[in-house]
């Protein structure tokens, strides 16, 4: 990757199809964009390690490990804006994507000048700004404007108003833990600590969180819970 124009924004493009891959380079090339290229989830880590990338375009279906995959994976440690690329145009589809933490979808097949608006775009949030107002979590995207909670598969997921106050103190606060006592003040001077317990209890069941060993909702000893996201 060539150093010439070390201001321009750099953008790094994973995806198996060589045809595209080459299409994608020279367009955005022409439109003042440093481009590098990877065919698969493997090549695009090795950039990745070496390099630093403003946007980074993924192709869903890739053999091996997947878009969806390396979305995953990548949001453990970047946060890095990730369009996702992909003819599954199903909305499921698109709501897997933004659970396993995509900033933005576009499907196949589409024309350039709208993916470079979306790269734009991204390219213009402020360094400061959070990244996104969603926690990923087990396949559920929670939006902490909204207060939607969505699966990939299921559709949204109905709250009642304590959960969702419940849930929104945790995904503000991502495994931060929080007392029974601080978690009953939230929800209302009356609040037992024994009912936080009941209500936990019932999100866990919400997003099928195993109460024997909760990957999300976690127990934190002697202290209360936090929410884990992936």
Partial sequence: MSDIYPTLPTILVVDDDQRLRTLLVQFLSEHHLRVQAAANAAEARSYLAC????????????????????????????????????????????????????????????????LLARIRALLRRPNNQPRSEEVYFSGYCFNLATGYLYHHQQGKVYLTSTELILLKTLAQNPRQPFSRQELAQRMG??????????????????????????????????IGYALCPD
């Fill in 51 to 114: 390099h630093s990338f403003d946007v980074v375009i993924l192709d869903v279906m890739m053999p091996g490990e997947t878009g969806f995959d390396l979305t995953k994976s990548l949001r453990q440690t970047h946060d890095i804006p990730i369009l996702l690329l992909t003819a599954r145009d199903q909305l499921s589809d698109k709501l897997e994507g933004f659970g396993c933490g995509a900033n933005d979808y576009l499907t196949k097949p589409f024309e350039p000048e709208e």
């Fill in 189 to 222: 001077h009356r609040v037992s600590e024994r009912t936080v317990d009941v209500q936990i209890t019932r999100l866990r069941k919400k997003i099928g969180d195993d109460p024997r060993q909760p990957r999300v909702l976690q127990t934190i000893r002697h």
